[in-house]
């Protein structure tokens, strides 16, 4: 307990680090986007950790051992052993598991390393001799715990944070020379060769552990979607460590490239539900896509011409004064024969919605219509307010998210005319036209593009599900890394 006591003295530094430490119960920050790593995930982490282990463990050297012991009837024997390279190595029973609130348990039983060196010997103050022996190492044991956290950029880390080798057998087979005679202390030699090995293995399997966190650091903190936008995905709080997985609170908020202006709306909680089936669950929240629209309304991306040439040929409506000047005659009159271009805009950020296998965008714009002078300069003839709503469909490519939208519909009232007065209903059939055949493919072109999902190093996501959950999209998916 820090208190200060009866004569006023300063409380102790120790107390002092503690507050220190403590959250800021005024800051929070919730994810826009959850990671979580099954059990599964881990199998296959293991797979690949201990292919990398064994090959660390191959460079154990072993340095020489030398000494000398009394063996009767010859008296004192001085013997050395050096030269030994591991011949062979396997790990051929290993598991992962996980420690809550700490990280995750290494296992490693039933481990064997096979030797070869050189001996030399010397005893009754003249005689030397040599030969080669051979070392088997049974029934090795490592365990060793991994503690998970982050670094200063967001991005995971793990270190070990405790590992114990124990050898089960060990047994030395001389050749050539008076191999009888080191046959004689062979349980000496054993002695010190099971020493040298404990000590070696778990500085071996500790810079094994270290060694992935280059890996981790390729973690995509910053990830450039377009000109426009990138997607920050820095982790906000430690990783959090249950008995079944591990899950991952990440920023997942877009921004403007270089100019990290945060939305007028913050990230609500969310939760995902624990799930086993797959190695990874990726959980991206309605935040994220509703800071992607205030990031690109803010830069004036959500804005697009409309020309003629972007309606089907096979079309009957143009867009030229005299398609138009049938529902408005003051266009065809004073712009006769001139071809005409749209300015679509938002007018504030949309508003994305995910509700249980539906995702809906609500957008409110305007729509400026022009005609085209001879001299290409435009006369602006009417602006019409719109309110416009989408359905949207999404799925996994490579390591992106990739979507489509379709129209659901959308109303239309006059804001401004430059052609006087005149009714907004009989010009919908023409809008709804243009609508679906040149704005949402060219909406859609774009999100073909897809956006970039988190992701470290050379992975890549297989059999992946998409499900729309409320309040977030939730991605279940296997990895798979490449050389």
């Known amino acids: ?26 800051v929070t920050t919730n994810p826009g986007v959850k990671v979580q790593i099954t059990q599964q995930g881990l199998d296959y982490g293991r797979q690949i950790g201990i292919a990398y282990l064994q090959e660390k463990l191959k460079s154990i050297s072993i340095p020489d051992i030398s000494g000398s012991e009394k063996v009767s009837p010859i008296g004192k024997v ?30 490693i039983g039933n481990a064997f390393i096979n030797l070869h060196g050189d001996w030399h010997v010397k005893y009754l103050k003249f005689i030397k001799d040599s030969g080669s022996f051979d070392l088997a190492v049974s029934g090795l044991t490592i365990k060793a715990t991994i503690s998970v956290g982050r670094d200063e950029t967001g991005r995971p880390t793990i270190s070990s944070n405790g590992c114990t080798a124990s050898v089960g057998g060990v047994r030395v087979k001389f050749h050539g020379g008076a191999s009888w005679l080191y046959n004689l202390f062979t349980s000496f030699i054993e ?30 903190v910053l990830a ?16 959090s460590i249950s008995n079944f997985l591990i899950e991952l609170s990440l920023k997942g908020e877009f921004y403007n490239i270089g100019q990290h202006q945060e939305p007028p709306f913050s990230a ?45 040929s096979s079309s009957p409506i143009r867009l030229n004064t005299k398609t138009f000047g049938v529902f408005i005659p003051e266009i065809s009159k004073r712009f006769p024969d001139m071809m005409m271009k749209l300015l679509l805009k938002t007018s504030t950020q949309p508003n994305v919605t995910f509700e249980p296998n539906n995702v809906t965008l609500q957008a ?66 023409i809008f709804m036209l243009v609508m679906k ?14 956006f970039p999902l988190p992701a470290i190093g050379r992975m890549n996501l297989i059999n992946s599900k998409l499900q729309v959950h409320k309040d977030y999209m939730l991605i279940g998916t296997d990895v798979h890394f490449t050389k």
Not at 289 to 298: D, E, H, L
Request: net charge negative; with cysteine; hydrophobic share 40%.
């Open 1 to 26: 307990m820090c208190v200060t006591d009866s004569a006023g003295n300063t409380m102790p530094l120790w107390c002092l680090l503690v507050l220190l430490a403590l959250p800021d119960p005024t």
């Open 78 to 107: 001085e013997y050395r052993l050096s030269g030994m390279r591991i011949t062979d190595l396997g790990l051929p029973q290993s598991s992962l598991g996980l420690v809550p609130g700490t990280g995750i348990s290494l296992s």
């Open 191 to 220: 002695k010190q060769l099971r020493r040298s090995l404990e000590q070696k293995i778990c500085p071996l399997v500790h810079d094994g552990i270290s060694d992935l966190n280059p890996q981790l650091k390729t973690l995509n």
């Open 224 to 239: 450039k979607v377009d000109k426009y936008a990138e997607i920050e995905y820095s982790m906000v709080t430690p990783p």
């Open 268 to 312: 609500p909680p969310f939760s995902l539900p624990p799930q086993t089936s797959s190695m990874l669950y990726i959980g991206l929240s309605s935040f994220m896509a509703n800071s992607a629209g205030f990031v690109y309304n803010r830069a004036g991306a959500l804005s697009l011409y409309i020309t003629d040439d972007m309606v089907p």
């Open 364 to 429: 409110t714009g305007t729509l400026t219509a022009y005609a085209i002078l001879p001299n290409t300069t435009l006369e602006p003839l009417f602006i019409l307010n719109m309110d416009a709503s989408v359905s949207g469909n999404f799925y996994i490519s490579g390591l992106k998210l990739v979507g489509s939208l379709q129209l659901n519909g959308f109303d239309m009232s006059l804001g401004t005319s430059y052609v006087g007065e005149f009714q907004v209903k009989p010009l919908h059939n």
């Open 437 to 450: 055949l040149a704005v949402i493919p060219k909406v859609n072109e774009y999100l073909q593009q897809g």
